[in-house]
């Protein structure tokens, strides 16, 4: 036994983080086992190796690096993940909930402080500001639930960053008055430095972002590129003052419209942080926590238990006055209470600054009772935030599914076909589907590829293999199923079709003919086949760049456009995708279809901000092209000869969409029509049909003339 003694604590950088990946490997299932929060079990993991437990690690650098890593994460991401339009909404009720969350444990610690406690009242002030903020340590759960978007979360989110400001204000403050710092002085120049920040953060970071994310598609560039704001952020922070965590989550919500939801980038954020920075973070807590001390006598305790009892009932306070007064469901009361009652990063950033503050010779501010006080509160703290939330979550889980259950997802018949040619192309197609598609239902995407049967066939399969394996390894990014077929044909069209049946497909969604040297028409050599050849949904694309970077989405409906089967299947497409890119939405038609589409949605998409203009006839269009910008995407909703919206004016499309919109992204729907498939060759309409007809050419011939 003294021969092993001597190997441990561990100091080998590579024996610490392969001991580390244990403990992340194994604490969950061990938890899970014993029906606990992984995350306690992450913490508790943390105070059995440290070098207050078995001794088995020591808290070296890499603890120092990566939990400030893992604590912006969880700040950054909480950040990510916040519905903004929610945000904007409830901005008052988020002020209020913070205001309280920050007001009444302060007020009940302070008081605690210098009566029960007995500490001096700079000492009670620095314990007040650590009760009064707290870490959202419970959030991963939130985000395994799927709960980020509800009101209850984001009013926790936004609390905990009013809370955390006002508190790391009186943290300046404090630290100001000890190093001789005047009042007016310090207060002045810290609100400029404030406002500094945040301008240049709300200025440069889009900015950037926009530049960076138009040129550079390549994954990896995007991922080191999103960090980079973070760390700048939080770097910049530092800098003024403020902790570096505050930084972290203006980071987030700056670019939070630009990294959608359901995108790769989000899928590959959420999965580092979540695989290995935020387990680090939580690791490194339980290290500092010393459990020893509770049974060493004296003070401690009473400490520990006045500390946890005091802040703990001034945030459950906070939290349900807040629920009561913003008439919420009780089990919002519950999500509220558990997302803020947690201690941790921030308890300890402002208790280890309390440390260097001196008092006088010798003696500072922190004293080892309330250091030692401080670090078990938030073991107890994180063990009672993690409990409420996993409990919370499961009831309002339970509860959305008996008032709202999810509408039609048991009969939707959505299964997108994506025919995929060029490389460069195929993933903005690929990423297109993922946001327009309903992840709750979790079907898969089917992408296709057609060759010519012809003397390059075996060449273009092989070509047509590595593209699908290409748009497979995107779609996994963002952890969506993907299906593939290389299919020969004679006619791209027709296999295109075949595939579609085979597949049993609901729409099909296909980039745009851009390629002037394989055919100078509009649509190509074969989009206008597919579209007068199928009755089904068909979205046609042209992406100029990013769809993270899109402000607006303007929607052309032509006159009863309501009268199609597929009105509401386009729409919801539609709105699912302004929705995951948390931009506008403004839909230009007459009022009667403006109507039908403003009440759709109101009732199915209510957070979404959409707009509605006035246009009586589809000539229009030129004016609608003096409203779009280049980071705008223009949808135009088409329609097939024979159906009830056509119109003559639709025969012009391709000649205006060339003139007026020849540099903006764009979008042609086709909407359902459930009629009989046109699988062969009719006298009242052909599947192929010419893209100007005989009349038009002479009568454009004689105009030049």
């Not at 909404?89 to 002020?95: E, F, H, P, T, V």
């Not at 959505?414 to 690929?430: C, D, F, G, S, T």
Request: glycine share 6%; net charge positive; proline share 3%.
């Amino acid at each position: 036994m003294l021969d092993l003694v001597q190997y441990f604590p561990i100091t080998n950088p590579t024996l610490i983080f392969f001991v580390v990946l244990l403990i992340i490997l194994f604490a969950p299932i061990i938890m899970g086992k014993l029906r606990i929060p992984h995350i306690i079990g992450m913490v508790l993991a943390g105070v059995l190796v440290g070098q207050y437990g078995l001794n088995i690690l020591d808290r070296d650098e890499s603890f120092e690096l990566f939990g400030k890593v893992g604590l912006y994460y969880i700040m950054f991401l909480a950040a990510l993940e916040m519905d903004m339009e929610g945000f904007k909404r409830n901005r008052y009720r988020m002020l209020l909930f913070g205001l309280l969350s920050f007001g009444i444990p302060f007020l009940m610690t302070c008081l605690m402080g210098v009566t029960v406690l007995g500490y001096t009242a700079m000492a009670s002030l620095l314990l007040s500001c650590i009760m009064a903020s707290n870490t959202l340590v419970a959030y991963p759960i939130i985000s395994r639930y799927g709960l980020s978007r509800k009101p209850s979360v984001a009013l926790s989110v936004g609390a905990t960053m009013v809370a955390l400001l006002l508190a790391l204000v009186g943290l300046a403050v404090i630290v100001s008055s000890f190093r001789g710092g005047s009042g007016i002085v310090f207060w002045v120049w810290f609100a400029l430095k404030f406002a500094l920040y945040v301008a240049a953060m709300i200025l440069l970071i889009p900015r950037l972002t926009r530049w960076f994310l138009r040129r550079y598609s390549d994954a990896v560039m995007q991922f080191i590129f999103t960090l980079s704001m973070m760390f700048m952020s939080a770097a910049l922070s530092e800098l003024i003052g403020m902790e570096g965590i505050f930084g972290a989550f203006l980071s987030g919500l700056i670019l939070n419209r630009y990294i959608p939801r359901l995108s790769p980038l989000m899928n590959r954020l959420e999965f580092i942080g979540n695989a290995l920075f935020i387990p680090y973070f939580l690791i490194g807590v339980g290290m500092l926590i010393n459990l020893r001390i509770l049974f060493s006598g004296g003070n401690i305790v009473w400490v520990v238990l006045a500390i946890v009892f005091v802040g703990t009932v001034g945030k459950a306070l906070a939290a349900y006055v807040s629920c009561y007064l913003f008439r919420l469901p009780w089990s919002s009361g519950h999500m509220m209470f558990g997302l803020t009652s947690a201690h941790a990063a921030a308890a300890i950033a402002m208790v280890m600054v309390g440390m260097k503050l001196e008092v006088s010779a010798g003696n500072y501010l922190v004293g080892d009772d309330m250091l030692n006080g401080v670090v078990i509160m938030i073991l107890f703290t994180c063990v009672i935030s993690t409990l409420v939330t996993e409990r919370s979550a499961q009831l309002i889980t339970l509860r959305d599914k008996e008032v709202a259950p999810d509408d039609n997802s048991h009969v939707d018949d959505e299964k997108m076909l994506i025919p995929v040619k060029y490389p460069e192309y195929a993933n903005r197609l690929i990423n297109l589907a993922i946001l327009m598609r309903n992840d709750k239902l979790n079907r898969e995407l089917v992408a296709l590829n057609v060759v010519y049967d012809d003397a390059k066939m075996k060449v273009n399969q092989e070509k047509g293999q590595r593209l699908l394996e290409q748009v497979t390894q995107f779609a996994a990014a963002a952890d969506v199923r993907m299906q593939t077929q290389v299919r020969v044909a004679a006619n791209i069209a027709n296999g295109i079709k075949h595939a579609f049946k085979e597949f049993n497909a609901s729409e099909i969604l296909i980039g745009m003919h851009t390629h002037k040297e394989v055919s100078t028409k509009f649509w190509g050599e074969f989009h206008q086949s597919l579209f007068n050849g199928l009755n089904r949904q068909i979205i046609m694309a042209r992406l100029m760049q990013p769809l993270s970077t899109l402000r607006r989405i303007q929607v052309a409906v032509p006159s009863r456009a309501q009268f199609e089967p597929g009105f509401y299947r386009w729409l919801e497409r539609l709105a699912r995708l302004a929705g995951n890119l948390d931009c506008r939405i403004q839909f230009h038609g007459r009022q009667d279809t403006l109507q039908l589409i403003s009440t759709y949605m109101q009732n199915r998409h209510p957070n979404a901000r959409s707009e509605y203009s006035s246009m009586e006839h589809w000539n229009e269009l030129p004016r609608v092209a003096g409203t779009i910008a280049e980071d705008h995407l223009f949808v135009v909703i088409a329609a097939r000869k024979g159906t009830v919206s056509y119109k003559n004016a639709v025969e012009r499309l391709p000649e205006e969409l060339t003139r007026f919109f020849s540099g903006t992204s764009l979008m042609i729907i086709f909407p359902d029509q459930y009629g009989d498939a046109m699988d062969e060759m009719t006298f009242a309409q052909p599947q192929h049909t010419e893209e100007h007809s005989a009349y038009e050419e002479i009568r454009e011939w004689f105009r030049r003339l």
